[in-house]
């Protein structure tokens, strides 16, 4: 199956991987919550070509995920801002984050804090119900009719 053919599977997993999951797509994502937001900056800090820059770009902005705004005329010029869809991504990014820090690298490269209280965070999942933490052990799954 070819990456393209993922959209098409009845699976909110495969479509997902069909938006993000080419290479360099959550890095891009990654520098847009970095503060990131115009494509010289996007390439500096990247080191990305232009090429692959501006058609990822130009799928995150038809995904929804970017807005493209523009922030001058004569010439033309426009930022990437993340839309309420794209800062949905946060969690997925920082669940992604957690697992590299336990399993690629010796030391996390980014510690994060709570802005409310000031003390360190670690993503994690809890229930939506009882707010217990949950993992692969404790959760089961139910599949709609179509989905196997």
């Not at 053919?5 to 997902?16: D, G, K």
């Not at 820059?53 to 004569?74: M, P």
């Not at 990014?93 to 670690?122: F, I, N, Q, T």
Request: hydrophobic residues 35%; charged residues 30%.
């Amino acid at each position: 199956m070819k990456h393209g053919e993922l959209s098409e599977v009845y699976c909110s997993l495969a479509r997902t991987w069909s938006v993000i999951g080419e290479r360099w797509t959550m890095l891009i994502i990654r520098e847009a919550f970095r503060g990131t937001r115009r494509f010289d900056t996007f390439q500096q800090r990247l080191g990305v070509g232009r090429n692959v820059l501006s058609n990822r770009l130009g799928r995150l902005t038809a995904e929804g995920i970017f807005d493209r705004v523009r922030y001058q005329q004569a010439p033309d010029r426009y930022e990437y801002r993340l839309t309420e869809k794209g800062t949905d991504l946060y969690p997925v990014l920082l669940m992604l984050m957690r697992w590299g820090d336990r399993y690629k690298v010796d030391e996390p490269p980014v510690r994060l804090y709570h802005k409310g209280c000031g003390g360190l965070a670690s993503p994690e999942l809890r229930c939506a119900h009882c707010g217990d933490l949950v993992d692969f052990h404790s959760m089961r799954a139910e599949y709609a009719p179509g989905a196997w």
